[in-house]
């Protein structure tokens, strides 16, 4: 079992940057890859980008460039570094860490970009 709390979102004009946290407590040793999917008003859940505790790292193509996910595995946490933000950027961020292959979600934190 893993627990995932999010911190860190809110609103901001384009061009501005904000960082997530999500912090995972329970089974942290057991997790392989985390990750931040984000949903808009009325979309599904999309992948925005993940990373493995290996350190690999895989991206949206509309974030490339300008997000910048990273994790501390002995914390059990992951974090996402949003810069250059777009109106499109916004949304609601989960958290997502995997177990084998069980999934587990936090319940997100609302990120809006506007002017």
């Known amino acids: 079992q893993v627990q995932l709390v999010e911190s860190g979102g809110g609103s901001v004009q384009p061009g501005g940057s904000l960082r997530l946290s999500c912090a995972a407590s329970?089974?942290?040793?057991?997790?392989?890859?985390m990750g931040w999917y984000r949903q808009a008003p009325g979309n599904q859940r999309d992948l925005v980008a993940i990373?493995?505790?290996?350190?690999?790292?895989n991206y949206a193509d509309s974030v490339k460039g300008r997000f910048t996910i990273s994790r501390d595995n002995a914390k059990g946490t992951v974090s996402l570094q949003m810069n250059s933000l777009r109106p499109e950027d916004t949304g609601v961020y989960y958290c997502?860490?995997?177990?084998?292959?069980?999934?587990?979600w936090g319940k997100g934190t609302l990120v809006t970009v506007s002017s």
């Open positions: 329970g089974s942290i040793s057991s997790i392989t890859r």
């Open positions: 990373i493995t505790n290996g350190g690999r790292t």
């Open positions: 997502k860490a995997d177990i084998v292959s069980r999934a587990y």
